[in-house]
């Protein structure tokens, strides 16, 4: 299983930049997706998630201003993050779980079996 990540860049605060994540070796549809970020000198933290029955789950950080999709006939999954906000600077990182992962656990980085590269995202005040 692979999972990349891409779409990061540096913007200024109030701009909008969607990240993706192509999956290969597994499909998307079956498995719990999520974004997660790590910003210097911080532990990595949940962002969003997209369960195998389609509901998401957002961060209460970034609700109402990002929004997780998913093409299932690309197995790529998205983040469209808008207006940024120079705390939203950090490495993002898309992850892929059990399907049958419960709520509690899906906002945790352990259960994740496999993740992408990270991508960076740097937003400027």
């Known amino acids: 299983v692979q999972l990349q990540a891409s779409g990061g860049g540096l913007v200024q605060a109030g701009d909008s930049l969607r990240l993706s994540c192509a999956v290969s070796?597994?499909?998307?549809?079956?498995?719990?997706m999520s974004w997660f970020r790590q910003a210097p000198g911080k532990e990595r933290e949940f962002v969003s998630a997209?369960?195998?029955?389609?509901?998401?789950y957002y961060a209460d950080s970034v609700k109402g201003r990002f929004a997780i999709s998913r093409d299932i006939a690309k197995n790529t999954m998205y983040l469209q993050m808008n207006v940024l906000k120079p705390e939203d600077t950090a490495v993002y990182y898309c992850?892929?779980?059990?399907?049958?992962?419960?709520?509690?656990?899906?906002?945790?980085?352990?259960?994740?079996?496999?993740w992408g590269q990270g991508t960076l995202v740097t937003v400027s005040s």
């Open positions: 997209f369960r195998s029955s389609g509901t998401t």
């Open positions: 992850a892929t779980g059990s399907g049958r992962m419960i709520l509690s656990t899906l906002k945790q980085a352990g259960p994740y079996d496999y």
């Open positions: 070796g597994r499909t998307i549809s079956s498995y719990t």
